[in-house]
């Protein structure tokens, strides 16, 4: 189903299909607009389970509440490339210009601070506790390492990855996008799917599903591309989905849509 114009937003239910194996999946999955709010933000990084709200203003971190705000900054390790919520009692912040991690509690204090001075560490995503997900561009490998222990447990093989730019995670799965691939890997570090048709960003859904987006157009796929997609009329900027909403950012405003259960 195609949305003509933003405006008819609201009226809409929109509906994806799984595919697993080539074959249709008997549930469908459906979402209808919800609500829009505005958000001042260079970046969106996304929404967590307790519904809280994390972006970036200024190279600040900000983390919004329904009843607070808190914020971090650290000027000595200049820019923040990404910020990872998988875990909201462990956020992880990586300043990639000095190939540091900064491990932020859920009131963004800071509790511990990873300077890698062996690797060259170009990607980072939370893993399980005490873990993170590191693409080491030295050695072209993917990485699950314990940060406590300082410690590797899982890598892959090199991966010869061009233009590697985007790393998203889980506890038992890390996404890696290129300028032409996606690359899903296990936690034991082997490559267990790659997507190669054209999109421009992903998000993570619930069960390891990935929402792919294409010129603003949103669809789910594993080896077939939906027919059945979510057409806006923006360019989405970046995307969550947490506790069966998707949230849309775009010119500082918040677009959320309710997952609707079967």
């Known amino acids: 189903m195609y949305l003509a114009n933003f405006g008819c937003m609201k009226n809409y239910l929109i509906t994806f299909c799984f595919f697993f194996g080539g074959f249709a999946f008997a ?92 690797k060259n560490i ?37 991966q010869g990855i061009v233009l590697p730019f985007e790393l998203k995670a889980t506890a038992n799965f890390a996404w890696i996008e290129t300028f032409d691939k996606l690359l899903v890997f296990n936690n034991y570090g082997n490559l267990v799917n790659t997507y190669t048709f054209d999109f421009d960003d992903f998000t993570l859904l619930n069960n390891d599903s990935v929402l792919f987006n294409f010129n603003s157009e949103f669809f789910l796929a594993d080896k077939n591309i939906q027919e059945n997609r979510l057409k806006v009329s923006f360019k989405i900027e970046n995307t969550s989905f947490a506790n069966d909403k998707l949230y849309l950012f775009f010119n500082n405003r918040i677009f959320i849509y309710q997952l609707l259960k079967n």
């Open 27 to 118: 549930q469908d999955l459906n979402f209808s607009f919800l609500k829009e709010r505005p958000l001042k933000a260079d970046v969106f990084f996304g929404v967590d389970q307790f519904d809280s709200t994390y972006y970036g203003l200024d190279n600040v971190l900000y983390k919004t509440t329904p009843s607070k705000t808190y914020q971090y900054q650290n000027l000595a390790l200049g820019t923040i490339s990404s910020v990872s919520i998988y875990n909201p009692l462990e956020i992880v912040v990586f300043y990639r210009d000095f190939n540091t991690v900064v491990i932020l509690d859920k009131a963004l204090n800071e509790i511990q601070k990873i300077p890698f001075l062996n």
């Open 122 to 158: 170009t990607l980072v995503a939370k893993a399980g506790k005490n873990q993170l997900w590191l693409y080491n561009d030295d050695d072209q490998q993917l990485e699950l390492y314990n940060y406590q222990t300082k410690t590797t447990i899982a890598k892959s093989q090199p």
